[in-house]
């Protein structure tokens, strides 16, 4: 019954691992994001993605990279984690921009901690 | 670019009104929403204005007034769980984008 679902829940990793982070949405929705929250809470977005097209923010480092086998999942690959990557990290979805239905849904998020 | 400003904390009592303003300047803009966010948990949907005035939607009313870049979350018959943080995020539908405010964390007391 989960709409938007993430794994891991937590991740706790070495700097310089590279380490995944999977999301799928059973909604049907067309356009995927991941956000990055950090510690003062502050939630910005990393990517959208939607029908193949990938909406990159500027800001987010070249070692951030998404993954999309289907419609339905949207996976963040991190390379080279730094310890300014700590954060908590949430997928999300909504359904075709410009239309009445845009909400955001989001996952429960995935706590990575790099030591 | 993208700004947005919203209060870092507010107190309030139970049973009472608070009323969570959002200011922004943005270079794109076809929507504001609010989202709620409890401690340790995702955001979740609460409202979304397109054009400027007064959405009610239960104890819960959004604002907009878009000329001033300017928008209020309203909530009524304040109630303990309703302690969270409130975020204000402009969407701009051209670039896919959504650009969160740093929220306001509203504590709610007896």
């Known amino acids: 019954d989960t709409a938007v679902s993430q794994t891991p829940k937590y991740l706790v990793t070495q700097m310089g691992n590279d380490k995944s982070i999977k999301c799928e949405q059973n909604?049907?929705?067309?356009?995927m994001y991941w956000y990055k929250q950090d510690s003062k809470k502050f939630l910005k977005i990393m990517f959208s993605y939607n029908n193949k097209e990938l909406i990159i923010n500027e800001t987010v480092p070249n070692r951030f990279s998404p993954k999309s086998p289907d419609k339905a999942h949207l996976n963040l690959h991190i390379n080279s984690l730094e310890l300014g990557d700590s954060a908590v990290y949430f997928c999300?979805?909504?359904?075709?921009?410009?239309?009445?239905?845009?909400?955001?849904?989001f996952g429960p998020g995935t706590r990575l901690t790099v030591t | 670019g993208q700004n947005i400003d919203q209060p870092t904390e507010m107190t309030a009592t139970e049973g009472a009104i608070v009323q969570i303003n959002c200011t922004y300047q943005?270079?794109?803009?076809?929507?504001l929403f609010w989202y709620q966010q409890h401690a340790g948990e995702a955001p979740t949907f609460l409202s979304y204005?397109?054009?400027?005035g007064l959405e009610e939607k239960g104890r819960f009313s959004s604002f907009l007034s878009r000329s001033k870049g300017y928008s209020y979350l309203l909530l009524k018959e304040l109630q303990m769980k309703d302690s969270a943080s409130y975020l204000c995020a402009v969407v701009d539908w051209g670039y896919q984008k959504v650009t969160f405010g740093t929220g306001t964390k509203l504590q709610v007391i007896p």
């Open positions: 999300a979805s909504s359904p075709k921009k410009r239309t009445a239905s845009y909400e955001q849904y």
């Open positions: 204005n397109v054009l400027d």
């Open positions: 943005t270079s794109g803009f076809n929507g």
């Open positions: 909604l049907g929705h067309d356009t």
